[in-house]
């Protein structure tokens, strides 16, 4: 169904190791000064990650906790370094994720400016955009608050927009959404409906299964590191259900 | 599913591997084309900052002037009168301070200005050289007022406005292309080691010390060999400071190595920070 689409990312054999400088037990047994790997314990949370997305579709990512999906994410924005392999995109994908600001001793109103000219937007562009942004966001009464002053709904609403703001690109979207009311998720999904239909691409990270399918063609499942299955959103999802 | 070539269909498809380093003359391309990022965050960190405070612009200038003012106490009490003979040390000492306050907050903001802009990194993708560049440009707007209040100084302790103060600005655009190359080090630098920015201010004290602030190196090293003196000079930021002395104050000179170090020293660093920092910008973002 999708070979004629046109791909916009390409997961080329994704390996993802974290590094990390253990201290405890587990570290004990090898501490020594001279030894460089001293209580250093490696995490493989990506082993061999391949797939490709194309034009107008959008992917839900689903898996337990810890099973690499944020990695993943990480690692299509370009955040992460793989140890192998290589993601390809066709525009730079950008990632909302759980982090509650972009500058949090900034008010609302200078983040959305900031965030639109990083995003490469002209001045002008951003002054002709900004009423739209501070609309779909819905907390217009607060764009003079610095953003360290927001609930993490309300920052999630107003990076969401930030971010929705610049058309057909790649999105990448973790969690991002879940700490928003009813009414601002509905909103949302229906804005990355648009958004696919516009010829982007859309991953949506989500532990609300019910979200996933009101809003993704596909679904990908990653399970310890590993694709698990990837293909139709009742199918996955029956069979990610079935196996908690 | 294992067989197809990935890479070959993305190359196929004329996608671009995410996240790689695009070449230099494309990165700063980018860069300009974001300019306004830069000095707009500028601004707003000003702003910010300002409003904090009840005296808000006030601590730009008064925040060096009582650093000035304590140093001049207390040097002035402890260094031996020989150290300045024949200067006029207020105007002297404030003038080589403020000059001097321009590189030490480049240095010391620019060195955080990846790291503490973690959440924005991580956030969205731009050119991360906007950031450390980002910092020297505030410090670039926060200098303009420095430089006011420097003139009514200057003027009260009977140094008057001559056509050599027109060439202060010449000055300090090198020495901004000194501090951004700085300060995009450093930014590489902290990115490597955290540990880093517990090491600037003791780099910055040192050069302090170095660059003769409250006394002058010309008249301390006089009795030395000369070969000490010209290693002082070969230090670009006593050699900035002692070229903006020499347009404002009377009886301050320079000579050709630190007319030649200021300007070759600032290209040369600045050409040097842009390829050091850009080289690594695949890593800045990744904790
Ligand atoms: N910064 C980090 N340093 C070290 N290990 C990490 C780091 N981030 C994640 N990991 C490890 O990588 C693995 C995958 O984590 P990841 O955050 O990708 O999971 P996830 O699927 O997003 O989970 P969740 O559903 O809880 O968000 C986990 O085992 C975790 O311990
Ligand atoms: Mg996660």
Not at chain 1, 171 to 191: H, I, P, T
Not at chain 2, 76 to 104: E, H
Not at chain 2, 110 to 120: D, F, Q, W
Not at chain 2, 236 to 253: A, K, W
């Amino acid at each position: 169904m999708t070979d004629k689409q046109t791909p916009t990312v390409v997961v080329d054999n994704l390996h993802v190791d974290y590094k990390i400088f253990a201290s405890g037990k587990a570290a004990k047994d090898r501490r020594s000064l001279l030894s460089r790997q001293r209580g250093v314990r490696v995490v493989h949370a990506l082993k061999g990650v391949s797939f490709t997305a194309y034009e107008g579709e959008s992917i839900g990512v689903i898996g337990h906790n810890g099973s690499g999906k944020s990695t993943l994410m990480r690692a299509v924005a370009g955040l992460q370094q793989p140890v192998k392999g290589a993601v390809y995109a066709s525009s730079r994908p950008s990632l909302l994720g759980v982090n509650a600001a972009l500058l949090s001793d900034l008010t609302g109103e200078k983040n959305v400016i900031l965030g639109g000219l990083a995003l490469g937007m002209t001045p002008e562009e951003v002054e002709e955009r900004y009423d739209s942004i501070v609309e779909f966001s819905g907390i217009r009464e607060f764009m003079d608050l610095p953003m360290q002053a927001y609930s993490s709904g309300m920052a999630a609403r107003l990076r969401f927009s930030i971010a929705i703001s610049r058309n057909h690109q790649i999105l990448l979207v973790d969690e991002a959404l879940a700490v928003g009311d009813k009414e601002f998720r509905e909103k949302s999904e229906q804005r990355i409906r648009d958004l696919r239909e516009e010829a982007g691409t859309v991953f949506l990270v989500s532990h609300s299964m019910r979200s996933i399918m009101e809003t993704c063609t596909r679904v990908i499942w990653i399970d310890h590191g590993t694709l698990k299955m990837d293909g139709e959103p009742s199918e996955v999802i029956r069979e990610y259900k079935k196996s908690t | 599913m294992t067989e197809i070539d990935y890479a070959a269909l993305a190359r196929e498809a004329g996608l671009e591997r995410v996240g790689a380093r695009p070449p230099l003359p494309a990165y700063l391309k980018e860069m300009w084309e974001r300019r306004h990022f830069a000095t707009r965050l500028a601004r707003y960190r000003i702003e910010a900052q300002l409003s904090q405070n009840r005296l808000g612009l006030g601590w730009v200038v008064l925040s060096p002037l009582l650093q000035a003012a304590v140093y001049g106490f207390v040097f002035g009490l402890i260094m031996d009168r020989g150290s300045r003979a024949g200067l006029n040390f207020i105007p002297f000492l404030v003038t080589g301070f403020f000059v001097f306050q321009f590189f030490a907050q480049s240095f010391s903001q620019g060195a955080r200005s990846i790291t503490g802009n973690a959440s924005l990194v991580r956030s969205l993708g731009f050119p991360r050289m906007l950031l450390p560049v980002s910092a020297v440009i505030r410090n670039l707007y926060e200098l303009v007022p420095m430089m006011v209040v420097l003139a009514f100084i200057l003027v009260g302790y009977g140094e008057y406005p001559s056509w050599s103060w027109l060439l202060v600005p010449a000055v300090l655009f090198f020495m901004m292309l000194f501090n951004a190359g700085i300060a995009l080090i450093a930014a590489r630098l902290t990115v490597h080691l955290r540990d880093f920015t517990q090491i600037v201010p003791i780099i910055t004290r040192l050069i302090l010390y170095m660059t003769g602030i409250f006394y002058s190196l010309e008249l301390v090293l006089a009795d030395n060999p000369p070969w000490m003196l010209t290693l002082a000079q070969l230090n670009p930021v006593h050699d900035y400071i002692q070229m903006v002395r020499s347009m404002v104050l009377e009886g301050q000179e320079f000579n050709t190595l630190i007319l030649v170090t200021g300007i070759v020293g600032g290209i040369a660093v600045f050409i040097g920070g842009i390829v050091f920092f850009w080289s690594a910008e695949e890593r800045y973002g990744r904790d």
